[in-house]
């Protein structure tokens, strides 16, 4: 194995390794970056709501510092997080109840800053969850924004929006939105662009997006990205201050668009191996060297599932050949895309997975993490 040596960018990929152990069929975990060569990762033990911080070593090797678990009275799913690298605290949420979003304030090892609080209220009558949630941090204006999707045995979808401070206070009620799944946010310009699946009575259902201001107010109309629907996911990219949206397209394909100044930019289409469909991308940007890699999970007509991942050049040029990162049992779940992190220092990506293992007891759903540098060899 190839190693990355604090402070020189060498390509590796490293071999995956567990960063939490469940007999839980539902582990969902999500990463987001700590800054240098740190990682926080979220997702259950033992059916607990668990965080753990992850660094790499300088033989490229993990490092697992110990594990925090919320009170046992915190029941869930971890929906999103988002660093404020600047205090070195992140904002984190889970679906708390029924159809609510709740939310703390942790530090760079996963310990709580203080008691949780609800982020979420009043869903529409018949919502039985909150299904997808995505975070941005706001560094100048010192707040967080907060955006959500609820769904419901015999409810219509529903999009909420709402904004905290960098404490978790509330500045002002939660806000509904006709459109939510996955936004970006530029903090200097407060402009988000959010996308999001919705259904035409002449076209059918599509996949929209739009500018706004996180007042609400729209900057221009909404833009048709594809007449095909399927969970949609934007990340903001500081570098360069342009927006990258990801979703499955005909064909199982995955696609891509970059916009940037408000206005459209180059796409790309990442085709799948015969036999299999692409779902749900995830991306990580890593703006030491303004590279992205997006990682997603390939279902296989035998049953097989495993996640692979693409380096890209804006514009959407790939980079060397696809790295598979998980074999056989990979599992991602489909109500969130967070499952990829980049440092913000140096070209190095965390992804993580639950996958199974089989025992003596049967079988054993664990959350694994494999570290990809820029220059990752593909399998």
Same mark, same amino acid.
Request: one cysteine or more; a positive charge.
């Given at each position: 194995?190839?190693?990355?040596?604090?402070?020189?960018?060498?390509?590796?990929?490293?071999?995956?390794?567990?960063?939490?152990?469940?007999?839980?069929?539902?582990?969902?975990?999500?990463?987001?970056?700590?800054?240098?060569?740190?990682?926080?990762?979220?997702?259950?033990?033992?059916?607990?709501?668990?965080?753990?911080?992850?660094? $790499?070593?300088?033989?490229?090797?993990?490092?697992?510092?110990?594990?925090?678990?919320? #009170?046992?009275?915190?029941?869930?799913?971890?929906?999103?997080?988002?660093?404020?690298?600047?205090?070195?605290?992140?904002?984190?949420?889970?679906?708390?109840?029924?159809?609510?979003?709740?939310?703390?304030?942790?530090?760079?090892?996963?310990?709580?800053?203080?008691?949780?609080?609800?982020?979420?209220?009043?869903?529409?009558?018949?919502?039985?969850?909150?299904?997808?949630?995505?975070?941005?941090?706001?560094?100048?204006?010192?707040?967080?924004? $907060?955006?959500?999707?609820?769904?419901?045995?015999?409810?219509?979808?529903?999009?909420?929006?709402?904004?905290?401070?960098?404490?978790?206070? #509330?500045?002002?009620?939660?806000?509904?939105?006709?459109?939510?799944?996955?936004?970006?946010?530029?903090?200097?310009?407060?402009?988000?662009?959010?996308? +999001?699946?919705? +259904?035409?009575?002449?076209?059918?259902?599509?996949?929209?997006?739009?500018?706004?201001?996180?007042?609400?107010?729209?900057?221009?109309?909404?833009? $048709?990205?594809?007449?095909?629907?399927?969970?949609?996911?934007?990340?903001?990219?500081?570098?360069?201050?342009?927006?990258? $949206?990801?979703?499955?397209?005909?064909?199982?394909?995955?696609?891509?668009?970059?916009?940037?100044?408000?206005?459209?930019?180059?796409?790309?289409?990442?085709?799948?191996?015969?036999?299999?469909?692409?779902?749900?991308?995830?991306?990580?940007?890593?703006?030491?060297?303004?590279?992205?890699?997006?990682?997603?999970?390939?279902?296989?007509?035998?049953?097989?599932?495993?996640?692979?991942?693409?380096?890209?050049?804006?514009?959407?040029?790939?980079?060397?050949?696809?790295?598979?990162?998980?074999?056989?049992?990979?599992?991602?779940?489909?109500?969130?895309?967070?499952?990829?992190?980049?440092?913000?220092?140096?070209?190095?990506?965390?992804?993580?997975?639950?996958?199974?293992?089989?025992?003596?007891?049967?079988?054993?759903?664990?959350?694994?993490?494999?570290?990809?540098?820029?220059?990752?060899?593909?399998?």
């Amino acid at each position: 194995m190839l190693c990355l040596c604090i402070g020189i960018e060498v390509a590796f990929a490293a071999k995956r390794f567990p960063v939490f152990n469940s007999p839980s069929g539902q582990i969902q975990p999500i990463v987001a970056p700590t800054g240098g060569n740190g990682f926080l990762v979220l997702g259950l033990d033992k059916n607990r709501l668990a965080a753990r911080r992850v660094e $790499v070593t300088g033989g490229g090797e993990e490092k697992l510092f110990p594990l925090v678990l919320l #009170p046992s009275n915190e029941r869930g799913r971890w929906l999103a997080i988002e660093p404020d690298l600047r205090r070195e605290t992140f904002l984190a949420v889970w679906s708390c109840h029924v159809a609510r979003l709740c939310g703390s304030i942790l530090d760079r090892f996963g310990r709580r800053l203080g008691p949780r609080f609800v982020i979420s209220l009043n869903a529409p009558i018949g919502s039985t969850d909150v299904v997808r949630a995505q975070i941005a941090h706001d560094w100048v204006r010192k707040r967080w924004l $907060v955006m959500w999707k609820t769904y419901g045995n015999w409810a219509e979808e529903s999009f909420g929006f709402r904004i905290l401070d960098e404490d978790g206070d #509330p500045l002002g009620p939660p806000r509904s939105l006709a459109g939510g799944e996955s936004f970006g946010y530029d903090a200097p310009s407060d402009t988000l662009l959010v996308a +999001w699946n919705e +259904w035409d009575p002449q076209t059918g259902s599509g996949m929209v997006a739009q500018f706004l201001s996180s007042a609400g107010r729209p900057l221009g109309p909404r833009r $048709v990205l594809d007449r095909e629907s399927s969970p949609p996911f934007v990340h903001w990219t500081g570098t360069g201050r342009r927006w990258l $949206v990801t979703w499955i397209c005909r064909g199982n394909d995955l696609c891509g668009r970059f916009f940037g100044d408000k206005a459209a930019i180059p796409s790309f289409r990442l085709k799948m191996k015969e036999g299999s469909s692409g779902y749900l991308a995830s991306i990580g940007h890593a703006p030491s060297r303004d590279r992205y890699l997006i990682s997603w999970r390939v279902s296989f007509s035998t049953g097989v599932d495993e996640i692979w991942a693409q380096w890209l050049a804006p514009g959407g040029t790939s980079l060397r050949r696809r790295i598979r990162v998980s074999h056989r049992k990979g599992f991602v779940p489909a109500n969130h895309g967070q499952f990829t992190a980049c440092s913000p220092d140096r070209p190095l990506c965390l992804v993580v997975w639950s996958g199974a293992r089989k025992n003596r007891f049967g079988d054993v759903r664990n959350v694994f993490g494999r570290f990809l540098g820029l220059g990752a060899d593909p399998e």
